[in-house]
């Protein structure tokens, strides 16, 4: 692979190199991913845009952390002269100096101190001028004839050869002079004898080196500052990912601010001034807490706020849990917020609908109201509540008085992050952590993300920050104290590294969803249609991704058949076969009824089917005993749960699949009474009785799974049996006749008084016989109840 447009690449790395922060991450990325370093001027390229990286991240950390040293060091393997290289280079060595010359403390010596803390001065002086003058003498050594660094020195910063080497060089002597200061001093001195030249050459030396420590100082200084203007807080703004209109909407209220602050300057008065107040809605990990803090960095910078602090606070921290206090707790929140933000998040909590008439919600806002409004506190802080968009909506609409504080222009939404958005994120996180993520790992990132977004509680950049972490705890519990661990392995985050280890350890020890369907006994014309709605499903798939033309996918289904014919258990392995195909993100299965869905009350069905719907998002809703919902009137809350239904997966799409599940009849009975669902459930699978061969199978399986076994002819007697019953529970009454026979083999060898290892687990043709009795007398009663029921 190659650069497609060499002159514009350039064009914009130039741009680069002049601004610091000109290009992500993401945009360096995909000119790696194109260059090929095999071409001389591609390789110049890549080198290029590793050193620009490194400039950048030590330009934001102020310091050379693994990350930089990484970039540099590739850069060195593509193109040591690269000139951004260079410069970083340079500015290393500079670091160096800045780090290990004239930074040892040096002790001071006077004639009144006593002999022994003379000495013990003498000593340590004689010490440190030992080590700086080694530092001196090697950084000399290294710098002196290296050509390259005093070019590009020159070229970057303020300073010349000259002003470092004389400095150096004065340094080194003047240490030189104080060792052997010292020296004489300690040979010379005995008990209240010393020489006070030694001691006058010390004090004149250490003055001098001080003196020397300034002018170093002053002359790195000097260097040409690429830092951006961090004291603004627009810049700090428009670094942060994402959020363009919102970054517009703050830079208007920055701008006007401005203006009116110049208006004040010239004498001119507003007598109305605008509120400052917010409200800020989004779901979680939007960036809500970070913009409340962005918004007190520029209203304190702008000098509308005295203070730039975030006090945060909740429900708890207003609402008392007696008359009078609720007034205290939100008054001294008050107060501890004068001068900058009170920032409430899940503003919501403090008035939902249903809250009891005891609560004090009420009392903390409107006692909020009041100190934002009149008071002595009034103008003094600024007030920003947050939340989820629609509990927000329901809490400003029942507070009229509250929303009058808060102006629709000063209602910022923020919305999810775009998938581009939430890796880019995902970059920051990883360098902030010392951590790049290659290609292959942003791919596993990519699909994590995507199956998590699911819903609106998907958690955006928090979700992601946890990916991340968790993926560096992956990284790191894989190596362990591995010795031969290369730098790759402190620095790089992998495919392997980002996959979710509980799915990848789930995936290890289970088999394939439609290997579990196949081992499922009977349904075998249900195994056949469901193999071939796979088939169909990912050849569909596969049309997709190579932009052909396909079919429409109808992936609600409609499952009838009697109870115990494993309805359910090929509902819950059909969301697993949609989750491996891609389909589905989640793959659960939600099991519900009427009961789940209907409510008691008008108008409380619509929410509690949405309810479930949203449990379900991602996988398959499952409805048994669907046919409940209809009734032929109309006349119950059932219709509202099919048409919230039928809305909600109008709304969700391929995020959420359906099954309706019952008997044959009533399920023909509900497409007659709502024609509306024929269109939506093109698909029906019957599940057939289960047969007496089939229900021997289920049996035995059990039995087998359990650890015991049938003794010779036993299970061709248990077939036998099944021909004589009512076998109508089908899978289930086999389960529950297994353990039937459990119960008698229990019985019988507790009667027998004799057991061994083999007559645990060993089912005799008696404990059969014996709990079918059991379970005739059971049926008889059962019968018998219900006839004295009915009468």
Not at 7 to 25: A, M, P, R, T
Not at 580 to 599: F, N
Not at 683 to 699: A, D, G, I, R
Not at 704 to 710: D, L, R, T
Request: glycine content about 6%; charged content about 25%.
């Amino acid at each position: 692979m190659a650069i497609s447009n060499h002159s514009n690449v350039e064009h914009h790395l130039q741009i680069w190199e002049e601004h610091v922060g000109h290009y992500s991450l993401q945009e360096a990325q995909q000119i790696l991913d194109e260059a090929d370093i095999q071409i001389d001027s591609e390789r110049k390229i890549a080198a290029k845009v590793y050193a620009l990286l490194a400039r950048d991240r030590y330009d934001k950390r102020g310091r050379f952390d693994p990350i930089v040293k990484y970039w540099m060091e590739y850069t060195k393997s593509l193109y040591n002269q690269e000139p951004a290289y260079l410069y970083m280079a340079a500015l290393e060595q500079l670091e160096y100096m800045k780090e290990n010359i004239f930074t040892q403390p040096l002790p001071s010596m006077r004639e009144t101190d006593q002999s022994s803390a003379r000495k013990k001065a003498a000593g340590q002086l004689q010490d440190i001028a030992e080590k700086e003058r080694t530092v001196l003498q090697q950084t000399i050594e290294n710098i002196e004839h290296n050509h390259i660094f005093w070019h590009t020195l020159a070229s970057w910063h303020d300073i010349t050869k000259t002003d470092i080497m004389n400095i150096l060089e004065e340094g080194k002597a003047s240490f030189e002079t104080l060792q052997q200061a010292a020296n004489d001093y300690i040979q010379t001195a005995s008990g209240s004898f010393y020489s006070p030249e030694a001691v006058q050459t010390i004090k004149s030396t250490i003055s001098h080196i001080n003196h020397l420590k300034k002018e170093w100082s002053a002359l790195l200084k000097r260097s040409t500052s690429l830092a951006l203007d961090k004291e603004n807080p627009l810049v700090e703004l428009q670094q942060m990912i994402g959020l363009e209109n919102i970054k517009k909407r703050v830079h208007r209220l920055y701008h006007y601010l401005q203006y009116q602050e110049q208006r004040k300057q010239r004498g001119y008065h507003l007598q109305d001034e605008r509120s400052l107040h917010m409200i800020l809605t989004g779901n979680p990990g939007t960036g809500k807490t970070m913009l409340a803090r962005m918004l007190a960095k520029i209203y304190h910078h702008l000098g509308v706020l005295q203070r730039d602090d975030v006090l945060e606070a909740d429900r708890s921290q207003l609402v008392g849990s007696y008359v009078g206090q609720t007034e205290e707790k939100t008054m001294n929140l008050v107060k501890e917020a004068v001068g900058g933000v009170l920032f409430v998040d899940e503003a919501y909590s403090l008035k939902r609908e249903g809250m009891s008439g005891n609560d004090f919600g009420q009392t903390a806002i409107d006692t909020l109201v009041s100190a934002m409004t009149s008071g002595e506190y009034a103008g003094t802080f600024v007030v920003i509540l947050a939340g989820y968009p629609d509990e927000m909506r329901q809490f400003l609409q029942s507070n009229p008085g509250l929303r009058s504080r808060f102006p629709e222009s000063n209602h910022i939404h923020l919305p999810d992050y775009s998938l581009d958005e939430l890796v880019e994120i995902a970059d920051k996180v990883a360098l902030d952590n010392d951590f790049i993520i290659n290609n292959d790992g942003k791919r596993e990132l990519t699909k994590r993300i995507e199956t998590e977004q699911v819903d609106e509680t998907f958690g955006n950049a928090r979700t992601v920050k946890n990916i991340v972490m968790d993926a560096i705890f992956q990284k790191g519990a894989s190596i362990g104290g591995d010795t031969a661990a290369d730098r790759d392995d402190f620095a790089l985050l992998s495919a392997e590294d980002m996959k979710d280890p509980v799915i990848e350890e789930k995936a290890l020890h289970t088999e394939s969803p439609l290997e579990q369907l196949e081992s499922l006994i009977g349904l075998d014309e249900v195994k056949q249609e469901m193999k071939k709605l796979t088939a169909f499903i990912r050849i569909q798939n596969e049309r997709r991704k190579a932009d052909m033309k396909t079919a429409p996918v109808q992936l609600h289904t409609v499952f009838t058949g009697p109870p115990g014919t494993g309805k359910t258990t090929v509902a819950q392995l059909y969301a697993s076969i949609l989750k491996d195909i891609g389909l589905l993100k989640r793959g659960h299965t939600i099991v519900c009824g009427r009961s789940d869905l209907v409510a008691e009350y008008t108008g409380q069905t619509a929410a509690k089917t949405m309810r479930k719907v949203r449990e379900a998002l991602g996988g398959v809703l499952f409805i048994d005993e669907a046919y409940s919902l209809a009734s032929p009137s109309g006349a119950d809350f059932g219709k509202e749960a099919l048409d919230t239904l039928v809305d909600e997966m109008t709304k969700h799409g391929e995020n959420l699949v359906v099954i309706l599940s019952g008997y044959s009849r009533p399920m023909k009975q509900l497409f007659q009474v709502n024609p509306g669902l024929t269109s939506r459930f093109k698909k029906t699978f019957y599940f057939p009785p289960f047969t007496s061969e089939e229900l021997t199978s289920v049996t035995v399986q059990y039995v087998q799974n359990m650890g015991y076994y049938f003794e010779q002819g036993a299970a061709d007697e248990l077939h036998r049996v099944y021909q004589t019953m009512d076998t109508s529970g089908n899978a289930r009454f086999a389960v529950d006749f297994a353990e039937e026979i459990f119960q008698q083999h229990a019985f019988r060898i507790m009667n027998d008084k004799k057991t061994s290892t083999d007559s645990l687990q060993l089912i005799q043709t008696t404990d059969i016989y014996a709990a079918k009795a059991d379970k005739q007398v059971e049926s008889e009663d059962n019968t018998n109840e219900s006839h004295s029921n009915k009468h």
